[in-house]
């Protein structure tokens, strides 16, 4: 059986999570990223970071479609709200059955790792997905050990991109001062 399966949702969190501890072979599975061409920036950021710390990666498809249904109706909700529930859930879900299927003892995300997420309803939403999925959610708070601040200087030293919005379009329209459900 293969240890720990790792959902990393950015570059700057995977560092935060590995100096605080976390390993496991890193799965990037975030539909939520918009535009691809952010996708793609913010995923070969975290090759980078997961080449330094030595950490197997697992290909893993990019299907904004899926967020993109799975959030609908939810698009004016503020960040942190019902919108962000779902978009955990449908990414860790994921991760979930990615453990189960490929034989992972257990998996956990990095997105504790961010100041401005809910850890407890992010390791909620993981508990649950683990228990209907049958495998072992591993929750954490990335952000709370000694070595986060060793970890902000890290990513400022060896120059890792640091977005500016959450990741969906939706967060990228309120940073930009427009309205966030306009079509
Ligand atoms: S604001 Fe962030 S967590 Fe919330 S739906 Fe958008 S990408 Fe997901």
Excluded: W
């Excluded at 498809?61 to 993109?68: H, K, L, S």
């Excluded at 495998?135 to 990513?155: E, F, H």
């Amino acid at each position: 059986m293969k240890c720990h399966l790792l959902h990393v949702c950015c570059a700057p969190d995977l560092v935060i999570a590995y100096l605080a501890g976390a390993r496991g072979d890193v799965y990037f599975y975030n539909p939520n990223i918009h535009p691809k061409e952010e996708y793609e920036k913010r995923k070969l950021e975290v090759l980078k970071v997961a080449q330094l710390f030595n950490l197997d990666v697992i290909e893993v498809e990019y299907d904004p479609q899926r967020f993109f249904g799975a959030v609908q109706g939810l698009e004016a909700e503020a960040e942190g709200g019902k919108r962000c529930e779902v978009c955990f859930e449908l990414r860790l879900r994921k991760a979930a059955l990615a453990a189960k299927e490929l034989g992972y003892a257990s998996f956990s995300t990095t997105l504790t790792a961010s100041p401005k997420k809910d850890f407890t309803l992010i390791n909620n939403v993981g508990q649950k997905v683990a228990s209907q999925v049958g495998v072992i959610y591993l929750p954490n708070v990335y952000r709370k050990g000694p070595t986060y601040n060793d970890a902000q200087r890290l990513v400022k030293m060896l120059g890792i991109y640091r977005q500016n919005y959450c990741g969906c379009v939706f967060s990228r329209r309120v940073r930009s001062g427009e309205d966030p459900s306009e079509r």
